[in-house]
């Protein structure tokens, strides 16, 4: 298997440096979704590295109008993640705050925005890196079901991700895709929109459910933790048995180390 690195020799290519933005909902809420993330870039060749002192992206911040606070929470981020080749995080919305909106915030701070805007350059979403910069992937997982993709809004719109998870999962033995009218439609989430707006959020997501139901499949996947907990939630309260997933999950095959989002965890018998 080929890939784009750098060669030490006419024999030996060096793996890069791959910096794993975990995200907040992922370690706080569905670490699975990290432990996939690490697998694939594992298994691309990367040499991964988490900095245990990472912490948010400050998206919550910039986005209620904080500047301040989101500005000191980028400045941690970028040297957390200095003297990496690449930042890849499993989410269109931490990636996309990192890549579009930190230079940004220091338009006006020449010297942290040759920094912000050289992190920009080498910050991914997971399926982007996969796709585009590794290229060539071998998929280890594979899964017997139906499913339908939601397009999150930050991935979709603010760094192009589209086709990229649907290349992914068309290398996944036993996966049929089945496209919904409205996968580029918002789930209604929007980080503290949910929060500021629940009676807006609710109808929002209520259609993009609507939708999914309307797909007849069994599973959704989708790229964002916080839109996937978000119709997963729907969908529980609508008495649904649809399942949702981090695609991750899927192309790494690690489903079997948690269950559905959403789901209660199954009870250990003995």
Known sequence: MSHPFPMNDSTQKTPPTVGLFVTCLADLMRPSVGTAAMKLLGDAGCQVYVPIS????GQPAYNAGDLPDAREIAMQVIGDFAELDYVVAPSGSCAGMIKVHYPRLF?????????????????????SFLNDVIKELEIFGDYAGTVTYHDSCSGLRELG?????????????????????????????????????PDISEKIVDAKVDDILATGAD????GDLGCLMNVAGRLTRRGSDVNVRHVAEVLAGTTGLAPPIGHPKPKVKG
């Open 54 to 57: 990472q912490t948010c992206c």
């Open 107 to 127: 338009e006006n701070d020449p010297d942290w925005l040759e920094q912000a805007e050289e992190l920009s350059a080498r910050t991914y979403e997971l399926m």
């Open 161 to 197: 991700v589209k086709q990229q998870p649907r290349n992914l999962m068309s290398k996944v033995p036993g996966l049929k895709l089945v496209e919904g009218a409205e996968a580029e439609a918002c789930c209604g989430f929007g980080g503290l929109f949910c929060v500021k707006y």
């Open 219 to 222: 599973t959704v996947l989708g």
